[in-house]
């Protein structure tokens, strides 16, 4: 086949190339992925009209359809209106020129995340919700962002390996007449989380450093005498990555923020990359325009015009710890 | 006397009997649940009687107000020591009857057990005047038929909550006075008549088959399902027992208090004794143990009444999803398969 297809136009409007030349695959996104199961319906029809019959669970939660022929895009971006009006402009309350084209841009990628107190037990707040207000403020954008929305500090959804990694804590309070002494939250803590209780004349004491704030403390508690405080507070995780280079674990920025301050900082992303690319949107991880950047310029940037909740606290420096595939520079061939 | 009375006039009438009676009800702690955005629904003073939950069943009981979690019952120095005192207030409960007739079992035990009345437990007692709330309807965990609780006389004034009118019936007279313009009418509380769970109480006749209840291999399911947490003994409100302990303080080694705190048979370490020894090893001993306190000891101690009163809560607080009433039927089961080997 005779192919001309601008193939990174096509990327922009979420049609990733094929190894088939000429076929294509649709990244739909889920901002949060949770959606009604009705919208199953409109992806299988896509799926069994233009695609493969298959779809992949993309690895950032996005229903990815494969097989899709170069000239039936138009024709998929025409059916999908629908499925983008309901998820972006009535869901994500997202501000779209024009829904019958497709996804207008690709750079900020689908926000992941678990499926939060929406139903798990662990979970300290609901990221489906988090994630639609983010998606408003980062789609539609060429400028790339990663972000994934944990539940809490399990971190099922991974928010320790992307750009912006927000994962919900929840500050814990005690009631100390209502405490039977039993130790049960000891025995969680010590058991799942960072070991901060024990036991003083009958009571519970505890090392307010280190909460990691994930609640085990009021799920085993069996008179309540632990619950959580009715904010819903954050951790934010920034930096990490996967990739052939320099994969990292993400490092904690911020800690005890309220959900004003997520949106500040999310808010302030696109000036942010703005600056640091010149106003190129190229690709570029988020862990590394940060280290463009340096971490100083990152913080006073992202952080312009945000009001910190007291709680509050503040990374003053990261020590970044990659897995260095290229720079492999201490290790030579044994012959040399 | 039966009245309706709004909302507005009961919050006048409210705070009139607070200058005389603290006044408990379950209340709603918004997003204070065991998981995250779930209320908790417990005994607290109210300020309006629109705090009161009345169509929910609260987590934990009325026994709280009673009975506190922890109770200090004399402060010590080096050489002298004080009772711990208590306000004049008397004290009026929100309460349905199987929560009434589970203060009655209380009673029993810190009142009438052993010749020796519990004067800590008497002390607020004798302060207790019931508010009986009306069932409007059958929670599915609830077992008040079954169990024989459905109903009680125990009460001053008997409530019905309507969206903005309550009908009030008054026993105490009390409370009359209270009432004395608002527009009589013909109520009389409607005690619940059928539940949807139904319990097969076990007929234990003899030491013999006690000794084999007590080798039931059903006990032993709950060695893998029970993790030892106590909510069903916190949550229940004729769960009595508690440790008690001295407290120093810590800024003066020779100045405490002795206190006492809420026990739970359930936990592994309430039957320890000088020397490590224990003798209820697993959760299925404790297990046991608390299934047939609560529908065998107890009646074979005190003779009229199960201790068990069917509120279901111990149901309700399980976040392992064990539930009683399906204990007890199985236990039940089981004697009967039993008793007819005997046969």
Known sequence: MNHDINIGKLQRNCFRQSKVPGEFMLQMRVPGAVIDAKHLSLVQHVAETWGNGKFHIGTRQTFSLPGIKYENIDAVNEYIKSYIEAIEVELCDVEMDDTDKGYPTIGARNTTACIGNQHCIKGNFDTTSLARKLEKLIFPSNYHIKMSVAGCPNDCSKAHFTDFGIIGIAKMEYDYGRCIGCGKCIDACQGHATRVLSKSQGKIIKDTCCCAGCGECATVCPTGAWTRN???????????????QYPRMGKMFLNWVTEDVIMGIIGNWQDFSAEIL???????HGGHLIDRAGYDRFKEMILEGVELNP???????IYWAETEYRANIHVKPVNK | MSYAVSIEKMDKVLKELKKKYRVYAPIR????????????????????????????????????????????????????????????????????PCDINGIKRLDTIFLENGNNEDVYYKRLRDKVKFVLMECQEDWDTCFC???????????????????????????????????????EIDFTYKFVTANQEEVNLPKIDDKEMLKKVYDLKMWEDYNARCKDCGACTSACVTCSCFTTSDVIYSENGRVGE?????????????????GGHSFRNTPADRMRFRTLHKVYD???RFGEEHMCVGCGRCTDRCNQLISFSKTINKLTEEVNRLQKEVN
């Open chain 2, 145 to 183: 038929i079954s169990m024989g609780s459905n109903q009680t006389d125990d009460y001053s004034l008997a409530i019905k909550f309507g969206e903005d009118q309550l009908s009030v019936e008054v026993k105490d007279n009390e409370f009359e006075g209270f009432f004395a313009s608002e527009e």
């Open chain 2, 258 to 274: 002795r206190r006492r705190v809420w026990a739970s048979c359930q936990h592994e370490d309430f039957t320890e004794m000088a």
């Open chain 1, 278 to 284: 010149e106003h190129k949107p190229i690709y570029l």
């Open chain 1, 311 to 317: 709680e509050s606290e503040v990374a003053e420096r």
């Open chain 2, 298 to 300: 107890y009646k074979e």
């Open chain 2, 29 to 96: 702690f918004e997003k204070r649940g065991r998981y995250s955005d779930t209320d908790l629904i417990r005994y607290a003073e109210i300020d309006s009687v629109k705090d009161v939950v009345y169509n929910e069943k609260s987590d934990f009981s009325p026994k709280e107000v009673i009975h506190p979690i922890t109770q200090t019952l004399f402060h010590f120095t080096e050489y002298e020591y004080r009772e711990s005192q208590i306000d004049d207030k008397e004290i009026l409960i929100f309460a349905h």
């Open chain 1, 230 to 244: 009715a904010t819903k507070f954050y951790r934010v995780i920034i930096g990490g990555r996967a990739g052939k």
